[in-house]
């Protein structure tokens, strides 16, 4: 058995994190942390569905949780994760962290982007940057994985095909994200439930997202070229789930099933994609409580552009069962254990 801690699991990442690992039949959850020294409480006075767990939501002890713990999932805001990360590391505790603090490599960019000192700068060169479709090999052997934003999960996955076949123009990129309220915290979807539902509205426009300068990473990986987005993220009145509309251009002749077929290849052995057929695309409801990514795409031959439509959970495959399945693969079970 895997043994599992949690450190904040009062966030809705933490609560998902519960829900997935409580029902895996290879880990033992040992631990449940606070983000601070303050005083313990019983889980089932803070999640009463999770009554039948039996654990308390300890203070957080450094020594204590490495020696409770084979992993640890850091479920904290930005800022949080890299001061905490090379004690357990240093003690041999392999980490999944579900912030941003450890996914850009330039730690000059995310110090612009985040605005705060990073503390922890030796510690980002071997972060592995959690997306198993691309980086299978190398989470395999992590001991520190940097777990993807759920806007750059579905916009890689989106993309990732078009680029490797070279029939893209990667000089005009544009994405259209639309997100449940899940993904700006539970505060916020506390005061959007109570003040704004059932509103739609674009936020962060004009290239102020901050995970744009992730998304452009991870594409600039993938093309070996330098790759910049317009993105515009939305909130819509739904609690979880993601849908990314990307538009592209295409810089040679191929149809819809060219591309179907491309796509269906890159992705034939990932189990949690699912390319749908021509005409046929996705929506939230494919992939609500799942750790899919649905994707459906077609050619419009007025402007010549490859629409895509890409489609997670954002609570899921955008963050807590992403991360699941990351410590499948650095434990050697089948990535889809506890998650299917």
């Not at 941003?100 to 510690?123: I, P």
């Not at 452009?216 to 789930?241: N, Y």
């Not at 795409?297 to 990351?326: C, F, M, P």
């Amino acid at each position: 058995m895997i043994r599992v801690g949690i450190v904040g699991i009062t966030g809705y990442t933490g609560e998902e994190l519960l829900k997935i690992l409580s029902l895996h039949p290879r880990v033992k959850i040992t631990g449940l942390y606070g983000r601070s020294t303050s005083s313990q409480r019983l889980l089932k006075d803070i999640y009463p569905d999770f009554e039948n767990l039996n654990l308390i939501v300890e203070s957080l002890d450094i020594d204590k949780i490495s020696k409770n713990c084979d992993l640890v999932f850091l479920a904290l805001p930005h800022g949080a994760a890299f001061q905490l990360v090379p004690n357990f590391i240093n003690k041999g505790v392999k980490i999944i962290d579900l912030s941003a603090d450890f996914r850009l490599k330039d730690v000059s960019t995310y110090e612009q982007w985040y605005k705060v000192n990073h503390t922890a700068k030796d510690f980002v060169p071997k972060a592995v940057y959690g997306l198993s479709e691309i980086n299978f090999e190398n989470i395999k052997t992590a001991s520190l994985i940097a777990n993807p934003g759920c806007y750059p999960t579905s916009i890689t996955l989106g993309i990732a095909p078009s680029i490797k076949e070279n029939f893209v123009d990667l000089n005009n990129i544009t994405i259209d994200s639309k997100s449940g309220i899940s993904g700006a915290g539970r505060k916020s979807a506390q005061e959007y439930f109570k003040n704004e539902y059932p509103n739609c509205k674009a936020y962060e426009i004009a290239g102020t997202h901050r995970h744009i300068p992730e998304i452009e990473q991870e594409l600039s990986g993938l093309s070996g070229e330098s790759v910049v987005v317009s993105f515009t993220p939305h909130i819509i009145p739904v609690e979880r789930g993601m849908l990314s509309t990307i538009y592209l251009n295409l810089k040679r002749s191929v149809t819809s099933n060219e591309v179907l077929n491309y796509y269906k290849d890159f992705y034939k052995n990932k189990v949690f994609i699912k390319v749908f057929n021509d005409g046929d695309f996705p929506s939230i409801k494919d992939v609500v409580n799942t750790n899919y990514c649905c994707i459906g795409l077609k050619i419009d031959v007025r402007t010549n552009k490859l629409i895509i439509i890409s489609v997670i959970d954002n609570l899921v495959k955008g963050a807590s069962g992403q991360a699941v399945e990351n410590m499948n693969i650095m434990f050697d079970l089948k990535e889809s254990t506890g998650l299917i």
